[in-house]
């Protein structure tokens, strides 16, 4: 029973620390509920639906891209979805 408890704990805690930090589904539901309405899940700016540090090439898309370059132009630590208000497809 105790070595249960401890797999089962140590399983979550693997999860918890292990779990992708660049996609975030709370992304989609702000840039959602802020009417970008071409933002429909993490894979309209990520090539993947989550990316994968390891991966190799290139993890973004268009908008991803475009995030990106928001993110670093406007020295923030973290994209802010009220930048798509700027974003014109190409």
């Given amino acids: 029973m105790r070595r249960t408890q401890l797999a089962l704990l140590a399983a979550v805690a693997i999860f918890a620390v292990g779990s992708p930090a660049e996609a975030k589904l709370p992304f989609v539901k702000k840039a959602k509920d802020a009417g970008f309405t ?14 994968k540090k390891e991966s190799k090439g290139e993890p ?4 991803g891209k475009w995030l990106k370059a928001e993110k670093a132009k406007n020295k923030a630590e973290e994209v802010d979805v009220a930048w798509l208000k700027n974003y014109k497809p190409k």
């Fill in 60 to 63: 973004f898309g268009e908008i």
């Fill in 38 to 51: 071409f933002i429909q899940n993490c894979a309209s700016c990520h090539v993947d639906k989550m990316p």
